[in-house]
């Protein structure tokens, strides 16, 4: 079984500044991707970043990127020069590559940039 | 750009009422998905649906719970007999293969 652990149920971040969000992971799966979803007040899930587990390096995509850290199992999002409409519900994902297997969800951490 | 829809936005409904929801995948996708999200609470899976039959369903998605593929396009989430619990929003999934899976805007389930 897959599981997700967010730590983080909340982060509080001045603008402009780089934030850090926590995810580990768990899977006896060879083969898989990690992603990250962004959930505003809205409520709609937007895709953010995905690394797939055999990926040499970490992903990025402009402000996000993904520190990788296989060996503990880690997967935390780094989003840097924090904005004000960043602040919203994150959530870490993953799922086995292998076929259509479901995507699980973390807890989630709310973060809000504060002015 | 292609996107999941989802109708309606809202849903309120009765107790014991049964309610469809509804979802229009990405065309070429090919496995979809239903989830729900209790407000404040994690995102949960409850199906996933490939080539015309249920691949995967979580303890939640229990008798009550179908899902059907009608005409090539849509993709429906019928509870039969709602429950005060099934308050939540359900979000509709779609995805190529191995990537990102495509979540609909949602539907908010209200049962009274």
């Known amino acids: 079984a897959q599981k997700i652990t967010q730590t983080q149920p909340g982060m509080f971040v001045q603008e402009k500044e780089a934030v850090t969000l926590d995810c580990t992971y768990d899977?006896?799966?060879?083969?898989?991707?990690l992603f990250w979803y962004k959930q505003p007040s809205s409520g709609e899930m937007i895709f953010l970043i995905y690394?797939?587990?055999?990926?040499?390096q970490n992903a990025t995509e402009g402000r996000y990127s993904l520190n990788f850290q296989k060996a503990r199992k880690s997967a935390n999002l780094v989003i840097s020069a924090s904005q004000l409409g960043d602040s919203a519900m994150y959530f870490c994902?993953?799922?086995?590559?292998?076929?259509?297997?479901?995507?699980?969800f973390g807890q989630g951490t709310r973060l809000t940039i504060n002015p | 750009e292609p996107e999941v829809t989802q109708t309606p936005s809202h849903q309120v409904t009765q107790m014991g009422q049964e309610v469809i929801l509804r979802c229009v995948p990405i065309?070429?996708?090919?496995?979809f998905y239903w989830y729900r999200q209790i407000l404040g609470q994690k995102v949960e899976f409850l199906v996933s649906?490939?080539?015309?039959?249920?691949?995967?369903k979580s303890e939640i998605f229990d008798d009550q719970f179908s899902v059907e593929r009608p005409d090539g396009s849509n993709f429906t989430l019928k509870i039969r007999s709602t429950k005060l619990e099934d308050s939540a929003m359900y979000f509709c999934?779609?995805?190529?293969?191995?990537?990102?899976?495509?979540f609909g805007s949602g539907t908010q389930l209200s049962v009274l």
């Open positions: 999934a779609s995805t190529v293969n191995q990537g990102e899976l495509f």
């Open positions: 065309s070429n996708h090919l496995y």
């Open positions: 649906f490939y080539n015309n039959e249920i691949s995967e």
């Open positions: 994902a993953m799922r086995s590559i292998q076929g259509a297997q479901k995507l699980v």
């Open positions: 690394q797939g587990s055999y990926d040499q």
């Open positions: 899977t006896s799966d060879p083969s898989y991707g």
